[in-house]
């Protein structure tokens, strides 16, 4: 029941005009029931299995449904000096992190292993396919690439869907959707 409506809100998005790259997103859900293991990250949100979560889901529905893929969170804690204000996050083995303010999702980042870290979780993809350390020149094929010019924090970019991320010697080495906390 609860998959025929995610499958009817779905419709109902993807009927509102959006962009081609945000209708290949709007089918993933359906195609996640198949893969109850996989994540797939938006610039509107993410999915897990075949439910969705899009940004301002609740914290705890979020978490339990990550947990049930990625296992349980390696970390939480807050940083109370974003400039959006103090926002709670939670890291999971394999380079995920969300963004929670007020117990709502407001983003995430995906990153390649830092020292010490777990590798990058291999069920964790963007949206159409992306993963960590992707080439620059897969990346750059993606609909609305554009690098953002005069970035302080090294070779950033954005795309029409929303997600943003960080090429490093070549590579995608970090991806990101919504309130992020980046000192620039």
């Given amino acids: 029941m609860r998959s025929a409506i995610l499958a009817g809100a779905m419709l109902a998005l993807a009927a509102c005009g959006s962009e081609p790259e945000e ?8 195609r996640q029931a198949i893969e109850a ?8 949100g993410l999915a897990v299995g075949g439910e969705a979560f899009f940004f301002n889901a609740g914290r705890n529905e979020v978490e339990t449904a990550l947990a049930k ?6 970390r939480s804690d807050t940083n109370t000096e974003c400039g959006a204000g103090p926002i709670d996050f939670t890291d999971f083995d394999g380079g995920l992190t969300l963004h929670f303010q007020e117990a ?3 983003g995430w980042n995906w990153h ?11 069920n964790v993809a963007l949206a159409g396919g992306e993963i960590l350390g992707a080439s620059r020149a897969s990346v750059e094929g993606r ?12 070779e950033e970019f954005v795309l ?4 943003g991320g960080f090429i490093e010697e070549g590579e995608v080495a970090m991806l990101h959707a919504g309130t992020q906390c980046f000192l620039r």
Avoid: I
Wanted: proline content about 8%; cysteine-free; aromatic content about 4%.
């Fill in 69 to 74: 893929v990625l296992g349980e969170p390696s």
């Fill in 143 to 154: 609909e609305g690439f554009a690098l953002v010019e005069g970035s302080t924090l090294g």
């Fill in 112 to 122: 390649l292993p830092y020292e010490g870290d777990a590798p990058t979780a291999e």
């Fill in 23 to 30: 209708a290949s997103l709007e089918e993933t859900p359906a």
């Fill in 104 to 106: 709502g999702l407001v």
């Fill in 160 to 163: 029409a869907s929303g997600v």
């Fill in 37 to 44: 293991d996989a994540v797939r990250l938006s610039g509107e």
